[in-house]
């Protein structure tokens, strides 16, 4: 299968970290979509570049899991099944809550400039949901949890919840349609704002709960059932 159109075009010669980065961003928007080959060739032609860094930002997006490596076939996108979705918001909703914690324990300033950049994320994602921009809607509520995750200053937490962020957008994205409760998606994420802001630990790790327990109902309700991934 050929690079979606309009791809990027990358200028001299791009090391295998930046081709995985910009492939991971066109993943998670859409352009590549859940169960398509991933031509080597023809990306490799696209991007300007030689296979070698190529296969390289292949390999990490496959142990990141967003690509499936499949014996004698090829690199194919990560469909995601129901079960997936419900572990990768398991590990999200472990993560947040660990995260919650340190935060709750760390100083007033660091706090403090957590909740001004959360702030600032829910005031865009506001006008988002006005504009119905889903992509960015769905890119900002990943950069909510995200700066949230990254207040901690924990830099294995973070480190950790990158991966996370890359395949819940994946997720997310696929309710464009039919999302049940946009109405109610900038106040959850007000909710949390303001239950760290009042440093309320069990109002927080609640909210968490129930912001991600709502999340994959959402996800799994409106998916048809599938098969497990290979």
Not at 71 to 87: Q, Y
Not at 110 to 127: F, P, S
Request: net charge negative; with cysteine; hydrophobic share 40%.
């Amino acid at each position: 299968m050929a690079a979606p159109e309009g791809m990027f075009v990358l200028e001299g010669r791009p090391t295998a970290q930046l081709i995985a980065d910009q492939l991971r961003e066109l993943i998670v928007q859409g352009a590549f979509k859940p169960g398509q080959q991933v031509n080597e060739s023809a990306l490799a032609s696209q991007l300007n570049t030689s296979r070698g860094p190529l296969r390289e930002a292949l390999q990490r997006l496959c142990q990141e899991g967003i690509l499936v490596s499949k014996r004698n076939r090829g690199v194919f996108v990560l469909e995601l099944s129901n079960e997936d979705i419900k572990e990768i918001y398991a590990v999200r909703e472990a993560v947040e809550l660990a995260a919650a914690n340190t935060l709750l324990d760390s100083g007033p300033d660091q706090i403090m400039d957590t909740c001004r950049e959360l702030k600032g994320i829910i005031k865009n994602m506001a006008k988002q949901v006005a504009a119905s921009d889903w992509q960015a809607i769905a890119r900002l509520d990943m950069q909510f949890h995200t700066a949230f995750v990254s207040g901690t200053g924990n830099t294995r937490l973070i480190r950790i919840y990158e991966t996370l962020a890359a395949e819940s957008r994946m997720c997310i994205l696929s309710l464009e349609v039919a999302y049940p409760r946009i109405d109610v998606l900038v106040q959850e994420h007000q909710d949390i704002l303001d239950l760290l802001e009042a440093r309320d630990q069990s109002g927080l790790q609640q909210a968490i709960k129930r912001h991600m327990q709502k999340a994959v109902e959402d996800l799994t309700s409106t998916r048809q059932p599938s098969g497990a991934t290979a």
